[in-house]
């Protein structure tokens, strides 16, 4: 049944509703729109009207050796803070997914709480904690506390896809004849496949654009965001936008995939559609 | 329009998109009535309940309601309260607060609006339950807080879809006695939509089948059970045994001309060479072991099954041409009779047991 | 079903479990440690002595900060989830599945953008020079002061937390049962009334919850204040990132840090208890 009847509706209401919504998106796409255009604009103290067409800002940025050092740093972390934390991820959504134990709730929290934690808090926690038993100021010290923050992400997405699939199906395995080990091999991952990618690529994009926790952990190893972050202390500079920019496609791009990939005919059950 | 109409649609169409839900609607709701509208899923019963109560707009014709044309009204401006098939009880709200929603929205005042939800509980024998959440009680007791809060401001016509549907057997049964005594009781119109015949039949004054968007049949559940309208009500109700053929004319009358035999109909009843349906109920179909003397619509069967509930046994027979008969009597009435897989027995009706059908 | 504890289970539950322990228990639990360490000399130390807390229990910039930055993180959640509201309510209600699931897509977008890069992109409509003075010159008004107001700081909390708070009002909003609202309509209960009087109970859960992200994200950010807000006034994020990067008064910067947590977990239980106050009487 459609839903409530035309009469019930009024047409105004719809209209400035529907006039709400645009704005609504306007406002959270008008600094991002903003940084894409300024990115290529050629003035220093960027404004209306627009300066000249130019990519110096891009040339800035690519002949700026600190920012390849940041670029190389940031995918370097991403790469392996998405490997790891999709691992743990992994193994977390199964365990939920699997077995009841006492304790579970703590486990579960353990599990989730790190993103609520403000990251300027788990920041200073990490940088005393790390520089403690010196793992403080290096790129491995990023990765770690990246992986706390990302590892809750891939488990939703794995654990979302696992409560889509059959509970049947891992004991079918079984009862065919499948070790654990086997079934996991042959049944859990390939059905979970797309997801794992999912998980792998949205907490790579996470990572990429993490800069607080990084900020306070990463000393002399900055990530790009940090670098950011540093430029915004500075003064004012268009750089940010070309970088932005940059970022924002590396990160949509990966986020594209993922979203191919878990809407993808992978995604689905196999006996719909 | 007589003056005890309280309801009426005339012409009413409605469509979703290029599907026909309701195909020009003509009935009358009397005033006081309990009309139930019954129909297989799809047919349409439920749309227009709907748009009785505001909740679709018809594409085409006239909702009229105590004379008024209701068509543009929205549903807050019609007093048309509706019981919903899943009661769509407020589960943010308890009980008590529940029934006095549709006041509150009134504007009654708090005092007063204590008054009569009390009533009502009373009434519907849930005081007891009043500061209770709603996911704490049984499924009867959710079924009167959604009466009650419907009735509590005493509507000239309540609305039901599908109400019972998701109660147990022995429930059902309670309910109906409960919401007929209600009806009987308050004199408000009930108009009720189900798929469940025994629903309709127990509970209703008139009946209104409905399938594929067009009315079948309306009239008491008597009339209907006796006197089916066309072969898709004989079918639906599934109590008749059908036999399909042409009318011609023989004997003293009209016989009918089936491929299972030729039967004797009662009285000048259709043109001759019509395709027609000749039902009969199946506790109107008899049976006997030899060639009963002086029956002129008898049929060659043999048992192939039989069946026992309560006190009522049903014998299920195949004619030589493969046509299942079905005949239901009490158990003392085939006692003496053999029904063993593959006995052979005689199927026999009289001619005015036998009605026909417009073949749809 | 319990079975018993295997290899092939432990492969599983326990990294996670572990480095959670190592890297996300322990340096919180850490830092309590370190809120009884002592400096000398830039130096710090292990020690047992409260003498962090009642100095910064005892500073007037700290409970300002604390008044401040509550204050700044309530109004955030208040304002942040009424003007998510009516977007989040036209997109459950008013939108077709397919743009609905575009509508979803695109509010996704902002999580995967640097919210650095967002407010320096704010920086330049809310500047002096900026985009939205030179509009309004053209039309013979301002320059208004914008940058470095408390209003640019709830501008830069809106930009971290209006997404995830319409994505989350959006989220309870779509699961609302719609015979609900058609029951409400059938006893009189008028469009907007119904919003009141059945949307919004319905979804409360949802709607609390989003509006406790809300206050969480903007409670902890440093760069809208620092960045939009121009450092004025001061907020505790501020006075963490101070105390840290300047000297070496982590134990400081850590008892802030714990008040912090406590009263997020205070905001928290209480909005949890809220949000699901009635739902097992």
């Known amino acids: 049944m459609s839903g409530s009847a035309e009469l019930n509706r009024s047409r105004t209401v719809d209209w400035a509703l529907m006039l709400y919504v645009v704005l609504a998106y306007a406002f959270v796409f008008a600094p991002i729109a903003a940084s894409f255009v300024f990115s290529f604009n050629s003035d220093r103290f960027p404004s209306i009207p627009l300066g000249e067409f130019s990519l110096d800002w891009y040339r800035a940025v690519a002949t700026d050796p600190l920012v390849w050092d940041g670029a190389r740093n940031t995918l370097f972390v991403g790469l392996i803070v998405g490997i790891v934390s999709t691992a743990l991820g992994f193994g977390a959504a199964y365990t939920d997914y699997r077995y009841k134990f006492a304790g579970k709730q703590v486990y579960l929290a353990l599990a989730l709480l790190p993103p609520t934690i403000p990251v300027i808090i788990l920041g200073l926690a990490m940088l005393a904690y790390l520089s403690r038993i010196n793992l403080s100021g290096n790129a491995l010290s990023v990765i770690i506390s990246h992986v706390v923050v990302c590892a809750p992400f891939a488990m939703a997405i794995i654990r979302l896809r696992l409560s889509q699939m059959d509970p049947a199906l891992e004991p079918a395995a079984w009862n065919l004849g499948a070790s654990e080990w086997m079934a996991m091999r042959h049944v859990i991952v390939p059905f979970c496949a797309p997801a794992i990618f999912g998980a792998l690529f949205i907490t790579m994009a996470v990572s990429f654009d993490e800069f607080a926790v990084a900020w306070f952990v990463s000393g002399l190893n900055e990530t790009l965001p940090v670098k950011v972050l540093g430029f915004l202390q500075g003064q004012v500079s268009p750089r940010i936008n070309a970088i932005g920019t940059f970022v924002f496609i590396l990160s949509m791009t990966l986020v594209i995939l993922a979203q191919l990939l878990l809407s993808g005919r992978g995604a689905k059950p196999a006996d719909k559609e | 329009m007589s003056r005890d109409t309280l ?98 929205m009134r504007g009654v005042g708090k005092a007063e609006r204590r008054k009569r939800a009390e009533q009502w509980l009373d009434r519907m024998q849930i005081t007891e339950f009043a500061e209770r959440n709603i996911s704490q009680l049984s499924g009867g007791q959710r079924q009167r807080v959604a009466l009650a809060r419907s009735l509590v401001v005493e509507p000239e016509i309540l609305l039901l879809d599908e109400p019972l549907s998701a109660l147990d057997a022995a429930l059902k049964v309670r309910m109906q006695s409960v919401l007929k005594n209600l009806q009987r009781e308050t004199g408000i119109t009930f108009v009720y939509v189900t798929h469940s015949q025994s629903e309709a039949f127990s509970m209703a004054d008139r009946v209104v089948i409905m399938s594929r968007g067009v009315i079948e049949q309306i009239g008491t559940p008597q009339e209907i059970y006796r006197t089916p309208r066309t072969r898709f009500v004989a079918d639906f109700l599934g109590s008749s045994n059908l036999f399909s053929g042409k009318v011609r004319a023989g004997g003293q009358g009209q016989v009918l001309e089936t491929p299972t035999g030729q039967f004797v109909l009662y009285g000048q009843v259709a043109a001759v060479g019509e395709a027609a349906t000749l039902t009969v109920l199946d506790t109107k179909t008899h049976l006997s072991v030899e060639k009963p003397a002086g029956a002129v619509n008898v049929v060659p069967v043999r048992v192939i099954g039989e069946e026992f509930v309560g006190a009522t046994a049903t014998l299920y027979l195949e004619t030589a041409q493969g046509q299942e008969i079905r005949v239901q009597k009490g158990h003392d009435e085939i006692a003496d009779l053999p029904t063993d897989i593959g006995q052979s027995l005689y199927a026999w009706w009289n001619p005015q047991d036998g009605h026909l059908v417009a073949e749809a | 079903m319990r079975r018993p504890i295997t290899l092939y289970g432990l492969t599983f539950s326990l990294p996670l479990l572990i480095w959670q322990v190592l890297f996300f228990v322990f340096p919180l639990l850490f830092l309590v440690a370190l809120s009884f360490w002592t400096v000398k000399n830039f130096v710090m130390q292990p020690d047992f002595d409260p003498v962090n807390w009642t100095t910064i229990y005892g500073r007037a910039v700290f409970w300002q900060a604390y008044g401040t930055t509550l204050t700044l993180a309530a109004a955030a959640a208040v304002l942040t989830s009424a003007l998510a509201f009516p977007a989040s309510y036209a997109i459950a209600f008013k939108l077709s599945d397919t743009a609905r699931r575009w509508a979803v897509f695109l509010m996704v977008i902002p999580f995967f953008t640097s919210y650095l890069v967002r407010i320096y992109s704010w920086q330049i409509f809310l500047s002096d020079n900026g985009i939205i003075n030179v509009i309004l010159g053209g039309i013979g008004l301002g320059p208004f002061q914008m940058l470095n107001t408390v209003g640019a700081t709830m501008i830069g909390y809106l930009t971290l937390a209006f997404p995830l708070v319409v994505l989350l009002q959006l989220f309870s909003l779509v699961f609302i049962d719609r015979t609900l609202i058609e029951a409400a309509h059938n006893m009189r209960c008028g469009r907007l009334r119904t919003v009141f009087e059945v949307v919004i109970p319905s979804a409360r859960t949802g709607l609390v919850i989003a509006a406790l992200f809300c206050f969480i994200l903007a409670f902890g950010d440093f760069v809208s204040p620092v960045y939009l807000g121009g450092g004025e006034p001061t907020t505790l994020s501020i006075l963490i990132t101070d105390t840290t990067k300047s000297g070496q008064q982590w134990p400081r910067a850590a008892v802030i840090a714990l008040t912090m947590i406590g009263t997020l977990m205070v905001v928290a239980f209480a909005a949890v208890k809220f949000a699901y106050k009635g739902k097992s009487k």
């Open chain 2, 7 to 104: 309801v009426s649609f005339e012409g009413v169409v409605k469509t979703f998109g290029s599907f026909v839900a309701v195909q020009k609607l003509d009935f009358e709701i009397k005033k006081g009535e309990f009309l139930a509208i019954m129909g297989s899923s799809g047919c349409g019963k439920t749309t227009t309940l709907r748009m009785l109560a505001g909740l679709e707009a018809p594409t085409e014709g006239v909702i009229r309601l105590s004379g008024k044309p209701i068509n543009d009204l929205p549903t807050w401006s019609r007093d048309t309260p509706m019981v919903w098939q899943s009661l769509a009880l407020f589960p943010f709200l308890n009980v008590r607060e529940n029934v006095e929603f549709a006041l509150k």
